[in-house]
């Protein structure tokens, strides 16, 4: 079985910053892309960032500039650094990654549990 814990989130006040991680742990043979995603009270789940594991990156035009995705192969980790937060951030946020198990062929998506992102105004 794979796991996906995410860690980091919180309440901060507009203007601050958190670091959201997420670490994946299981019969892991490799992991493709890895990304967060976050979903609103009343709203659709949608794309935060994403990281290939070539190093490409995707943004949402509403972070770009403000957050970083990156990841540590090693640790089997991805993190998303928030800087500038703004109220319109708050949001359960999803940890997301295409995994390989040891014995397939194929990768499967999967996701964490979601952590609590609040900024205050």
């Known amino acids: 079985q794979v796991r996906l814990v995410e860690s980091g989130g919180g309440l901060v006040l507009a203007g601050g910053s958190l670091r959201l991680s997420c670490a994946a742990s299981?019969?892991?043979?490799?992991?493709?892309?890895m990304g967060w995603y976050r979903q609103a009270p009343g709203k659709q789940r949608e794309l935060v960032a994403t990281?290939?594991?070539?190093?490409?990156?995707n943004y949402a035009d509403s972070v770009k500039g403000r957050f970083t995705i990156s990841r540590d192969n090693a640790k089997k980790t991805v993190y998303l650094q928030m800087n500038s937060l703004k109220p319109e951030d708050t949001a359960v946020y999803y940890c997301?990654?295409?995994?390989?198990?040891?014995?397939?062929?194929?990768?499967?998506?999967?996701w964490g549990q979601g952590t609590q992102v609040t900024v205050s105004s």
């Open positions: 299981g019969s892991i043979f490799s992991i493709r892309d």
């Open positions: 997301h990654a295409q995994i390989r198990l040891t014995g397939d062929d194929y990768f499967t998506d999967y």
């Open positions: 990281l290939t594991s070539g190093g490409n990156t």
